[in-house]
């Protein structure tokens, strides 16, 4: 998958668009497959965007843990 072939639509996924040399607006990845099998279609099975409230979450208790860390290092005076 490359850029060229998909587009990111502004929520973390991609949607695909038209390759440079197809002119008749047919799905480039209906030439790939045999008709004869009926094929479903690909999907990214990779991309399964995390939600914003779980993201922010994630940094919020990150940045709280380091910086407990680092005052508890320098109250104890671990770090002289």
């Known amino acids: 998958m490359t850029l060229q072939l998909h587009r990111p639509d502004g929520t973390g996924g991609l949607v695909p668009t038209q390759p440079p040399g197809n002119t008749r607006g047919e799905d480039w990845r209906r030439s790939l497959r045999s008709k004869r099998w009926r094929a479903a ?40």
């Open 41 to 80: 279609g690909l999907r990214n099975t990779e991309m399964n965007p995390t939600s914003t409230p779980a993201a922010v979450a994630f940094w919020v208790v990150l940045a709280a843990a380091t910086f407990l860390l680092v005052l508890w290092g320098y109250g104890s005076h671990f770090w002289r």
